[in-house]
C-alpha cells in the first residue's frame, strides 16, 4: 500500500469514526486527505515513523507496537491520542477541517491505529522507514 492509499484509506477510517462526531461524518474525504497529510510532517507530508515516535516517547510504546505488523491492535483512547500527539498538532489539524479538537482526537483515534497497522502489514514498515536500521532506531526510542 503507498502513501496515498494509507492516507485516503486513513481518511474514509476518520470520517466513518463514530467518535468523529457528527461534525467528522459529514466531512469531504479530499479535506480529511489534506488535512491527514500535513498532520505530522510538515512540508514533507505524512510521516509515519514521527507518529509512532510520538507515541512511544507519550508512554504509549506497547500500544504503538501492537499496531506494527500483523497481529492484534491494542486500542487507544482520543485523550490518549492527544497527548501524544500534543495539544498544538491536534488543534491545527481539527482547524483544518472545521472541528473541534475531540472530535479530531476521536476520529484520529480509530484511524491512525489503522494506517499504521496497513503499512507495517507483511513487512513494508521496513520501506517506509528507511530499512533495518530505521526499524531498529525507532524501535530503541520505543522502549526507552
Known sequence: MN?????????????????SGDA???LD???????LSGLTGGSGGFDLNSVVEKF????????????LGDGA???????????ALGSEQL????????????????GLSDALPQMVDKASSGGSLLESLGGVEGVIGMASKLFK
Open 3 to 19: 502513501l496515498n492509499d494509507l492516507i485516503q484509506m486513513g481518511a474514509t477510517v476518520f470520517r466513518d469514526s463514530n467518535l
Open 24 to 26: 467528522g461524518s459529514n
Open 29 to 35: 474525504i479530499e479535506a480529511i486527505t489534506s488535512a
Open 56 to 67: 512511544g516517547s507519550s508512554g504509549l510504546g506497547d500500544t504503538a507496537k501492537s499496531w
Open 73 to 83: 491492535n491494542q486500542s487507544i483512547s482520543p485523550e490518549q491520542l492527544g497527548n
Open 91 to 106: 488543534s491545527q489539524f481539527a482547524s483544518k477541517l472545521g472541528i473541534s479538537a475531540e472530535e479530531a482526537a476521536g
